[in-house]
């Protein structure tokens, strides 16, 4: 499958305003007050950032981004693209060991990073010797002295006069890491893009909306949906900033749409639950619009289960709530959900996407955003590819009635027990979900049976008065069992005192808790 006629970062940014009439792109929060650049100014400061880049370093550098989101994380990160070097955003949260094994497989010679990271810079170039130049993000006035350096009028105007090579690399980000093996997805400005020309099934997906941004930029499904969907479509994107925030930025904002992870959901719903229980003749719907201010009718999920369960309670609330599905090695999207899709399903494979189902029950991908390969890892390249071409996702599943993708497992995850029968973990996983005593669960193999960590809700338990909570997930564990298949009987369940580990996009991290927790 092919795809004609994708413009550039660069062309999206030069078109948007015009095309959006300059009003307001980017809101954002700074000594108490809100900042709004339209989209003039956010193409005007990136095109100087792109000046900056191309007059002080050689081309194709490999440039790190260090950083939580905000304005500047995201002119930074359009002016390295457009600029014709290569971005490589980094989550800023991780340890330094962890960072240096980054920047050293990328290849990293300049990084850009927040002020909260300097205390650890010196740390860094110590593990990284090839890192020569770096800079400081966090001064308002070093940026603002930046817009009037390499302005349009500058002598320097003209070194932004550089044509994108769509097809090249212009972004490695870095896998999740569920595994504990962490590769470099290629991405050229074509699958960046490209992944955001898909026609939707209806508006539910592209309105013009005002979208209040809660997720790391440094992610693939923020990068393309919360920033490239709007510059493309014309909303107003809101920059959350610190999670902690969140709740007093809704009501902000007022947003009608936000990206989450499942985790952020559960949350919103507590919150919202915390206030009718406070104010009992509050229904549903009021006790939401006090929380969320009045506006948010829709939240689109992503990189972890979704509890339909969950879906019911927004829709109560009147927010739509729904899973879509994506990966990184795809250039973010290949489902998106709208309003007749089951509450089960990861949503509709969208129009420049085919999916077909191996006879292994992996679900496998043909799209024209597919990645460039893995950065430096020709032979692992090879190996998410089948004979024709089509992307592995390692994801079990199905096709449904109108396109629809329901994901069962993980091809990766599967138990396989003696008698060579193959048990997904996840359908495990997610009966115990269903019961609100169950915070989290993994289940996993320990000496040739299925076993089960699970992390409770102490909330609730003191809530529903109950003391004794191991006695209570045993005897879950038993009645989940009477009516289970023979090969997914738990025979062993481990209580944990502490959280399950985590990436920063909320999934588990498999490997390296199956002993853990006692």
Not at 17 to 27: G, L, S
Not at 169 to 178: A, D, E, H, N, V
């Amino acid at each position: 499958m092919q795809l004609s006629n994708i413009p550039t970062i660069r062309e999206l940014l030069d078109a948007a305003p015009a095309k959006h009439n300059d009003r307001t792109f980017i809101k954002y929060i700074r000594d108490g007050a809100i900042v709004e650049k339209k989209f003039s100014e956010v193409r005007s400061d990136s095109l100087a950032f792109c000046r900056k880049i191309r007059d002080s370093l050689p081309e194709k550098t490999h440039i790190a981004i260090i950083s939580k989101s905000c304005y500047e994380y995201i002119v930074c990160m359009t002016g390295v693209i457009i600029s014709g070097n290569v971005a490589v955003p980094v989550p800023p949260d991780e340890s330094v060991q962890d960072i240096a094994e980054i920047l050293k497989d990328a290849d990293v010679t300049a990084v850009l990073y927040e002020p909260e990271f300097a205390d650890k810079l010196q740390a860094l170039r110590a593990l990284c010797p090839a890192v020569q130049y770096t800079w400081n993000l966090g001064s308002t006035e070093a940026f603002e002295e930046l817009y009037r350096t390499y302005a349009a009028s500058s002598p320097y105007a003209a070194l932004s006069d550089v044509k994108m090579d769509a097809d090249a690399c212009s972004l490695i980000i870095y896998t999740s890491g569920t595994t504990g093996d962490r590769k470099g997805v290629m991405l050229s400005s074509n699958a960046l893009v490209g992944n955001m020309m898909f026609k939707p099934y209806n508006d539910v997906v592209n309105r013009a909306d005002v979208i209040l941004s809660v997720l790391p930029l440094y992610h693939i499904f923020c990068f393309v949906t919360d920033y490239l969907g709007p510059l493309k479509n014309g909303n107003i994107l809101c920059l959350n900033g610190n999670m902690k925030d969140l709740f007093k930025n809704l009501l902000v904002y007022k947003p009608n749409q936000m990206r989450v992870v499942p985790m952020l959901a559960q949350a919103l719903l507590a919150r919202i639950r915390a206030v009718q229980a406070k104010e009992p003749a509050l229904s549903p719907k009021e006790a939401a619009v006090k929380v969320t201010g009045g506006n948010l009718d829709m939240m689109l999920s992503g990189g972890a289960y979704l509890d339909p369960d969950l879906c019911r309670a927004f829709d109560q609330m009147g927010i739509f709530l729904r899973q879509g599905y994506g990966m990184s090695e795809s250039g973010c999207k290949i489902t998106v959900p709208d309003e007749d899709t089951a509450l089960d399903c990861v949503g509709r494979v969208i129009n420049i996407v085919d999916v077909r189902i191996a006879e292994d029950g992996e679900v496998q991908v043909d799209t024209p955003c597919r990645m460039l390969g893995y950065y430096k890892r020709p032979e692992e390249t090879a190996a998410m590819f089948t004979s024709d071409g089509w992307l592995k996702t390692g994801d079990i599943g199905y096709l449904g009635e109108g396109r629809q993708l329901f994901i069962t497992g993980r091809l990766k995850n599967l138990i396989i027990l003696s008698n060579g029968e193959n048990v997904s973990p996840e359908g495990i996983e997610n009966r115990y979900k269903a019961n609100p005593l169950v915070s989290e669960v993994l289940v996993y193999a320990e000496n040739g049976v299925i076993a089960a960590q699970i992390y409770p809700n102490l909330a609730y338990a003191e809530k529903a008065d109950i003391t004794d909570v191991k006695s209570a997930l045993e005897a879950l564990t038993d009645t989940l069992n009477e009516t289970a298949l023979p090969s997914h009987t738990v025979a062993k369940t481990v209580v944990r005192e502490t959280p399950l580990e985590k990436t920063a996009m909320g999934k588990i991290k498999r490997n390296t808790q199956s002993e853990s927790g006692r």
